[in-house]
């Protein structure tokens, strides 16, 4: 064991990688140093540099606890009680090492750790004031003197600016300092070094100043008048104006560049919005009738006569959300057995867009015939509360209200499957804040939530619940720590962390409170590090993978402490006008994250809230962000510490509906954070064929791999291949090739030969296209890993080899990249598979050009999302009760044929949405599933009751569905107005004797009641106890700014039956559709030349077109 004080050249806690960039930092042959080994605990690793590559030798304990340096097979190894004894050997010639241990690297002893109990007690001292100093002239001389007096006065000037302040310091201050003891209030030696020096940039601004003022003429005239005066005054002053004028040239550069931005922006909004005001506005009403598994459209007529169509859940085959226009979503039916018909509608807002496709998604839920879910829905919060109790009222948090990215209030009460919070300096004992928790989801969900792990670290803890349907799911729950404190030894700094298996899917949980202090970036990266490689989780087979790889998804949440490098005016101002872009660009994580240091390859969902720290503890308005302490004054600028990320195996379905800030909950001087996730979940499947044959058996194939490796080494490698799809981990043969262009990196490669032939325990295509690999490289001389990956098996199905590339990682560092070819061949009788429900929506991108605005993409995750997260909660109440007659007669009406609905159910209701994740192309999918689109359904059915003819129009009618509840018609006056849209939420009463309602939280009133709604109810029905909405009605402007995904490329679109959209871009003038359906025209019926006209078609050319093909098609009907 090592001796005590442990010898220099050992490093008890190095990394490969780091070890090797010492040895090269020391660069003679001989230098060598002793580390711990990563792949054996209590063996070591001897590092010797020669030739400018290092060498490992491995140090292993034997039985007895005696060490011996590794030797080849049948050389005795010699044996010692200590490493100091056998280094002690190897420093003599001829013992069989590369070279003679000549130079010890000795180890950067570390800076004892300071006190970091808490925010604001390591902050360093407050910015000086950005007025003018006033300075006495004794201290100016002072302060001079002693800059005078450092060393580097002397050196030898770098280049002519650096003369100049030379040529100052040794002479001419000496001036400025008689003149200022003689009473001088100007320092004009000073001045003109100053002006000497800024010569060029003075030329420089003039030159951006000239360039911009075309600019600000064409859109910011304000602006421009005061450029234009700027340059006159630089050719006409000069001398001491010249220093005061670039200053005040640089303040307007900054303005003006931010300003013309704002002005264009502003410019092209106003003209698009401009563009989308043709014609007359017509309106479409979508009602989703969740429990009756029913869609129904309402078109409002020219003679204000009111055309109905409904669509059963089974005859909804597709959304298709666009890219380009993100309030767009194109809706595909199915209206007869071979035929389908897409129609395009425009809402008022994404948001609201989000909301009906998740009620859509809930009805899709409730009536699918899939014991297993594809997806969950999961909450994460994460909240530092200052060592006070919560507040009794934590609503906001639960139901993510607030600020940011939150849900539409149509859907935030429908409970998630998962809730997940981390906390940090929370004082409350863990029953007490688990049961608070508990009673908090009770409250909004009645719903009984059930804790599956709780793991607490001092004051840091992490609760995970789940609804109790899911409980049996879960499996192999795993808890653990790391303390990251005073020495690594202290856990008030530190990290909590839960995993376990949802069926077949793998979940971590990361609970973290890093260092605090501005200016501590490096202890915290260094934090972040120790966590991802000390915190013991996930299946212990895994442990040459840091936990960012062990897990399918991985969440990292909590007070993770990076600030932001402004000054705190500038901070201030940018969050007084709401301006978050600025700031994020100098957001500590984002730096350390674009530099790789920090969170590789991890995804962020978009900021859209002001910094959640530090505010004044009782109110939300002031940041205090100076604290006495007895050091002096601190200065905590106001930051985005309480954070959360995430990271996903590829070709995984993971959407972050929502990202912000609660505005309400003050206890603390941070803000709890929130986000809601849609996560793709795969069943613990079995196998209707039982196991494979050997005719039938899957084979996962290598025909090469190369990779390029970060290190100085030149031993051999192998790889291990690890998956759940695996009996046991496999080894390939050592590389067949080797080859170095550079001496810090190394190319290897495999073929086919040296690559071992994988056999998956099942067969079936279904299985294996959520299956995925792990992948280590690992050296011959010492076992340890060099770089792990993970591959998706989804995209390697079939018949001929595809390659793959991707990148190499090991404790959380980029450690180079890996690529090869491979297939994974599955028989012909175990190729049968199924659609996802998270496959039932595709993202239209075949449209041209991107959306206009800042897209709800976020920037730095490597998903694409979209989504709200408001839940009407009594939707998701299966046990509902209603009288049997009504039941069995919903249950006739919403029969499903099993052959045609082939969507994946998914329990909780809030699942759905997804934005951008590729979906089956249009191409690819077979006409039996999207055929040729087709005229709207000749018969108009009541929308609820099953039977045929028009309902009563006027809204204060009820309208009984099939589940026998009345469902309310909303005016237009009765919308909701939140954000501009004409979304409101229908309130029906729920019939039924025992029925277990949800109601809405305080905050959140049920939408007006029509005059007459209520006074309908059949007295025969006990009173329900509260109204709850469980009936959407959106109305939808029927205006579409894009053309139709469908191409005739993957359609075969027949004369007479294509919607308006595919009708245009048939015949090349797709630039009309916006036109024809914002005034009402969805399909070709009665379309007159007058109504062309109205859209905005007035070429003459054009128009007469459009009626050759219009009357071409009413002539084949």
């Not at 839960?498 to 501590?520: D, P, R």
């Not at 939300?620 to 302490?629: A, E, S």
């Not at 009618?957 to 018609?969: D, E, I, L, N, T």
């Amino acid at each position: 064991e090592v001796l005590s004080p442990s010898p220099l050249w050992y490093h008890r806690d190095l990394s490969r990688a780091a070890a090797e960039e010492l040895l090269a930092r020391a660069g003679r042959d001989g230098s060598f140093l002793v580390r711990d080994s990563e792949s054996v605990i209590g063996a070591y690793a001897l590092c010797v540099l020669f030739q400018k590559h290092v060498h490992t030798y491995r140090i292993l304990p034997d039985d007895e606890g005696f060490l011996a340096v590794q030797t080849s097979q049948g050389v005795q190894p010699k044996r010692f009680k200590t490493l100091p004894e056998l280094v002690l050997l190897y420093l003599q010639p001829s013992q069989g090492l590369v070279s003679t241990l000549l130079y010890p690297v000795d180890r950067e002893e570390s800076i004892p750790d300071e006190r970091d109990y808490s925010d604001g007690e390591d902050e360093k001292p407050p910015l000086p004031p950005r007025s003018a100093s006033t300075s006495t002239p004794t201290a100016l001389g002072v302060s001079l003197n002693q800059f005078q007096c450092r060393s580097f006065l002397s050196a030898p000037a770098a280049n002519g600016l650096s003369t100049i302040s030379h040529e100052y310091l040794k002479g001419s201050y000496a001036l400025d300092l008689e003149a200022v003891k003689q009473g001088a209030s100007s320092l004009p030696h000073l001045n003109k070094t100053l002006v000497s020096s800024c010569k060029r940039l003075n030329g420089e601004v003039d030159k951006v100043l000239s360039g911009l003022e075309i600019l600000s003429k064409v859109f910011d005239q304000q602006s421009a008048f005061m450029v234009s005066k700027m340059i006159q005054q630089s050719v006409n002053q000069g001398g001491d104006q010249e220093l005061e004028n670039l200053v005040t040239k640089l303040a307007i550069l900054k303005d003006l560049l931010s300003s013309i931005e704002k002005k264009v922006t502003q410019t092209h909004t106003h003209t698009a919005v401009s563009e989308c005001l043709i014609g007359k506005s017509q309106k479409h009403s979508l009602s989703v009738d969740v429990e009756g598994g029913k869609l129904v459209v309402m078109k409002k007529m020219k003679d204000s006569q009111e055309d109905w169509n409904t669509f059963t859940h089974d005859k909804i085959r597709q959304l298709i959300k666009s890219q380009r226009v993100q309030n767009k979503l194109g809706i595909v039916f199915e209206k007869e057995k071979d035929k389908s018909q897409r129609k395009d509608f425009i809402f008022t807002s994404a948001k609201k867009r989000e909301a009906f496709c998740q009620l859509l998604q809930l009805m899709k839920n409730k009536h699918s015939n899939q014991d297993e879910p594809d997806m969950i829905s999961i909450f994460i919060g994460t909240w530092n509360m200052g060592s006070v109790p919560s507040p009794k009222l934590v609503g906001s948090w639960v139901l993510c209200r607030g600020l940011g990215k939150t849900l539409d209030e149509m859907t935030v009460t429908i409970p998630h499957d998962l809730y997940v919070f981390g906390t940090q300096e929370n004082s409350v004992c863990d029953r007490e804040w688990v049961d608070s928790l508990r009673a908090a989801l009770k409250e909004h969900t009645e719903l009984d939530y059930k804790p599956i792990a709780v793991q607490t670290l001092w004051n840091i803890k992490i609760a995970v619940l789940v609804k109790p349907e899911h409980e049996n799911r879960i499996s192999h729950v795993g808890v653990s720590s790391v303390k990251t404190g005073i020495a690594n030894t202290l856990g008030n700094k530190g990290a909590v962390g839960v995993s376990f298996m949802f069926n077949g899917t793998s979940f971590g949980f990361v609970n973290c409170h890093l260092t605090s202090g501005n200016e501590k970036i490096g202890r915290r990266n260094q934090n972040y590090l120790d966590i991802l490689r000390q915190l013991s989780l996930g299946d212990k087979q895994l442990s040459s993978f840091d936990i960012s790889l062990r897990f399918t998804h991985l969440f990292w949440l909590g007070d993770l402490n990076y600030r932001l490098d402004m000054d705190i005016q500038e901070i201030l101002n940018y969050i007084n006008r709401k301006e978050f872009e600025p700031l994020l660009k100098v957001d500590q994580l984002n730096l350390e994250r674009e530099k790789n240091k920090v969170f590789l390859r991890f995804a962020e969902e978009e900021i859209s809230y002001p910094p959640t720290y530090r505010y004044e503890r009782g109110s939300r308005d002031t940041y205090v962000w100076q604290k006495q302490k007895a050091t002096g004054m601190r200065t905590n600028v106001p930051s985005w510490c309480d954070r959360i990320l995430w990271k996903s195996y590829p070709e995984t379905h993971i959407v972050c509906n929502s990202y912000g800030c609660t505005d309400d909950i003050v206890t603390s001087d941070h803000s709890p954070v929130f986000a809601t996730f849609e996560v793709g979940v795969t069943s613990q499947f079995v196998s209707k064929k039982g196991l494979p044959k050997t005719s039938e058996q899957a084979y996962i194939e290598f025909e090469s791999i190369e990779a390029i490796v970060k290190t100085a080494s030149r031993t051999k490698f192998f790889i291990e291949f690890y998956s759940t799809c695996l009996e046991e981990f496999k080894k390939s043969y050592e590389n067949d090739s080797q080859s170095s262009d550079n001496v810090n990196f190394l190319r290897v490669g495999w073929s086919n030969k040296q690559l071992t032939t994988l056999k998956p325990l099942l067969s079936e295509i279904e299985y294996l296209q959520d299956q995925h690999l792990l992948l280590t490289v690992k050296s011959l001389d010492g076992y340890e890993s060099y770089g792990e990956c993970v591959l998706a098996l989804k995209s390697m199905i079939g018949s001929t080899a595809q390659q793959f590339h991707t990148y190499l990682s090991h404790r959380g560092e980029e450690t180079g990249n890996i690529r090869g070819s491979m297939r994974v061949r599955v028989p012909a009788e175990r190729m049968g598979t199924r659609e996802r429900l998270y496959e039932w929506i595709s993202v239209d991108k075949d449209e041209t050009g991107g959306p206009k605005g800042k897209s709800t993409l976020p920037p730095r995750s490597g998903h694409d999302y979209v989504k709200c997260h408001t839940r009407p909660r009594s939707l998701t109440h299966a046990h509902v009760h209603t009288p049997h007659s009504v039941s069995s007669r919903a249950k006739q009406d919403s029969e499903v044929d099993p052959s045609a609905c082939k969507n994946n159910s998914y329990n909780n209701p809030a699942y759905y949405i997804l934005e951008g994740v590729p979906n089956q192309s249009a191409a690819a999918l077979s006409s039996e599933l999207l055929p040729s689109p087709c005229s709207p359904p000749a018969g108009k059915a009541a929308p609820f009751g099953g039977g045929r003819g028009k309902p009563p129009s006027g809204p204060s009618q009820p309208r009984w569905h099939a589940a026998g509840q009345p469902v309310r018609a909303i005016s237009e006056e009765g919308s909701s107005e939140e954000d501009g849209s004409a979304v409101a939420v229908g309130a029906a009463v729920q019939a039924g004797g025992g029925a277990t309602l949800n109601r809405p939280p305080p905050d959140f009133p049920p939408p007006p009641l029509p005059k007459g709604a209520l006074e309908t109810v059949d007295a025969s029905f006990p009173k329900s106890r509260h109204l709850y909405p469980d009936l959407a009605e959106v109305k939808i402007p029927a205006a579409n700014p894009g053309p139709a995904l469908w191409g005739s490329s993957s359609l075969s679109l027949s004369v007479g039956e294509s919607s308006v959209g595919e009708w245009l871009l048939r015949l090349g003038l797709e630039c009309y559709e916006e036109g024809l359906l914002h005034n009402g025209w969805d399909d070709l019926d009665d379309i007159t030349e007058e109504d062309l006209e109205e859209a905005g078609v007035l070429d003459p050319g054009h128009k007469r077109i459009l009626l050759e093909s219009l009357k071409q098609q009413a002539q084949q009907k």
